[in-house]
C-alpha cells in the first residue's frame, strides 16, 4: 500500500509548508495576543490557491483535492491554529457551493472566496440554542414576493464579521408538516445585506485570532436566487458539508499537535536537570513515544478519510473517526507538551500554551466529540 501523496499533493504541501514556516509562523504568536484578524495572511493563503484547495479550477480554485486539502491544512495549523480555521470554513464554504450551487451562484461567489477577493466564508448552522441539535433550529425564512425574508439568530459563527458570503441555514417549513430536520434549507447572504447584524467578537480562550460572533436575522430580505439547494433541502446540505469540515479540523488538531511535539522534542533535548538533558529520562521519553503514536494514528484516519472522499466514497462515519480521535489525541498531545516544558510550558514566552489553549476547541466545533460518537455508533450498529 502506498501512501505518498501524489505530485500535485506533494505541490500543493510544499507551498503550504513554506508559506507557513516563512510567513505565518512568525506572526503566531502576535496574531494569537493582539487578537488579530489575519487578513493579509488569508490573502497570501489565497493567492496560493490554499482558499479552495479542492473547489474546480474553473471557478478559480486549485482543483487539487480532498487530499492535497488535509495536507495543506496540517501545514497551516502547525503554524497558526486561528489563520487555520478561518481557512479551513472558507474552504468549506466554497466547497459547498461549487457542490450545491446553481451555475449562477457558483461564478458569483466561487471566484471571490478563491482568489480572496473575500476575506473569508462564513457558515452559519448553528444558534444558541441550537448546538449539536440543529434541527431544532428556530431561524426562518420565508417567502415574500420573489424573495425571502430572514429572521433568527446565528451563534459561534467563524469569520462572520469578515465574511463576504455566508451560507446561512433557516426553517422554510411549517413546523409541523416538516418538524425537525426536514423543513430547512440554505441561503447565500453577502456580508452588508441590510438586516443583518454582527454580534460583538467572542473573548475565547483560544484560537483568538480567528473572529467568531453571534449574528442576528432582522427582517433580512435576500433574493430568490440566494437559495441553495432544493428547498426544505438544506438539512443535508448542512451534514455533507460537516462531513468534509470533520476531516479539515482532524488535520488542524493534528497541525497543532504536531507543533506541539517539534517543540517538546527541541525542548527535551536543550532542557538539562540532574546535569543531563531531560529527553535522556524515560519519563520524557515515554511521553515523546506516546505522542509520536498518536500523531501518526490520526493522521492515518483523517488521511483514509480525505482518500475516500476524495474518491467519490462514502465517508461520514471515518471522518467522524477521524475527527474524535485526532482531536481528542492533539489535546493529550498538546497537554504532555506543556508538562515536558515544565513552568515554560505555562508561560506565553513559550508556544506550549498557546497550542494548549488553541486545540481544546477542536473537540467541540464542527460536532462534538460526543456527536462523532452518536455518528459512529449508528453506523456500527446499523
Ligand atoms: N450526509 C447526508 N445526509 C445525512 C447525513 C450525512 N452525513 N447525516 C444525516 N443525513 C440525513 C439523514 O439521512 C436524514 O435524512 P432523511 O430525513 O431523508 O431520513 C436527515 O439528514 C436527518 O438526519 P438524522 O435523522 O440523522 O438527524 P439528527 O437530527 O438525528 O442529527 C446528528 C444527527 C446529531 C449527527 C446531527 O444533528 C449533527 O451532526 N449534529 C452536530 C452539528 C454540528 O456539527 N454542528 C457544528 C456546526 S459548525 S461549528
Partial sequence: MDLSPNETQTMVQSAARDYATRVILPEAAAIDREERFPRAILKGLAELGLMAVNVPEELGGAGAGAVAYALAMQEVARACASTAVTMAVTNMVGEVIAKFGTDEQR????????????????????????GSD?????TTAKKD?????????KQWITSGAHAG???????????????????????????????????????????????????????CRVPASALLGELNGGFKIAMMALDGGRIGISCQAIG????????SVAYAKDRKQFDKPISEFQATQWKLADMQVELDAAHLLAM??????????????????????????????????VQIHGGYGYIREFAA??????????TIYEGTSEVQRIVIARSVLS
Fill in 304 to 337: 483514509r478519510a480525505a482518500w475516500l472522499k476524495e474518491n467519490g466514497r462514502l465517508f461520514s462515519r471515518e471522518a467522524s473517526m477521524a475527527k474524535v480521535f485526532a482531536t481528542e489525541a492533539a489535546n493529550r498531545i498538546c497537554n504532555k507538551a
Fill in 145 to 153: 414576493g420573489d424573495g425571502w425574508v430572514l429572521d433568527g439568530q
Fill in 134 to 138: 440543529p434541527g431544532s433550529m428556530r
Fill in 107 to 130: 461564478k458569483k461567489y466561487n471566484p471571490k472566496l478563491a482568489s480572496g477577493q473575500y476575506a473569508a466564508g462564513a457558515f452559519a448552522l448553528s444558534e444558541p440554542e441550537a
Fill in 256 to 263: 497543532i499537535a504536531r507543533a506541539a511535539l517539534e517543540e
Fill in 353 to 362: 500554551e498557546r497550542h494548549l489553549r488553541d486545540v481544546r476547541v477542536t
Fill in 165 to 219: 458570503v455566508m451560507v446561512v441555514w433557516a426553517r422554510t417549513g411549517d413546523r409541523n408538516e416538516l418538524p425537525g430536520t426536514r423543513g430547512i434549507s440554505c441561503f447565500l447572504v453577502e456580508g452588508g445585506t441590510p438586516g443583518l447584524k454582527i454580534g460583538k467578537a467572542e473573548d475565547k480562550m483560544g484560537i483568538r485570532g480567528s473572529n467568531t460572533v453571534g449574528l442576528t436575522f432582522e427582517g
